[in-house]
């Protein structure tokens, strides 16, 4: 893939405003980078839902990517898909993240049909949908928005259909939350981020990622009406969830 090579050097000078993070072409650029260097886990989750769109996606249904970025899940569900008359939906509110993923998809025959949508995407219906992924996106959205857009991925899920949800997550004990958090920037300082890069970025993404515990989302399954959910993947304070119609 184009510019998977690059390097995030976004917040590695000082800056005398750290503005609020946005998904604008200077991070797309890096956008591979910093994931690799920044969600521990991340292939893991991402390889587990191709096998789980191989696994669970029904014929004649409707995947969908919200919040797609670069398009890596929609490829790896794309890649696994055996059904027949499977189509899927990706969605981001970044056009240039639309352009970057449209790009990854054209580099990859598949005959899956795959749209990819620049827009809100509290602004899509879920229909006839097998499988909804949510990979890291639903902590972006304004947390009065999020249960709306969960019920609505439930009503619009078919029986047996699936919700795949990654986040990252705050801890309500708070000793263990300030341990598990030093962990995730050992990580980043594992992997070649300066205190300054470190410290910049959580500057520019506080008021931008507000992140909920296991047990809001916990909760939250249950307003929506999901009866079967668990926990799947942690590593340090990024899991991804599993809830099941």
Known sequence: MANTHIKDNIYASPLNTVEDFVFDSAVVDVFSDMIKRSVPGYQTIISTIGHLAQVHSQPNSTIY?????????????????????????????????VDKCNLHLQGYKSPISTQVICDDILNIEIENASLVVLNFTLQFLNPNDRLQ??????QGLKPGGLLVLSEKLSFNDTTCNALIDELHLDFKRANGYSELEISQKRSAIENV?????????????????????????????FTSMVAIK
């Not at 307003?223 to 799947?232: P, V």
């Open 149 to 154: 857009l969960i019920s609505r991925i439930y």
């Open 209 to 237: 990622m507000r992140i909920d515990s296991l047990e809001c989302h916990y909760d939250r399954f249950k307003q929506a009406g999901f009866d079967h959910f668990q926990q799947w993947y942690q590593c340090f304070n």
């Open 65 to 97: 990517d919200l919040g797609c970025s670069l398009g890596t899940a929609t490829l790896a569900m794309r890649r696994s898909i055996k059904h027949e008359n499977v189509k899927i939906i990706a969605v981001d509110n970044s056009q240039a993240m």
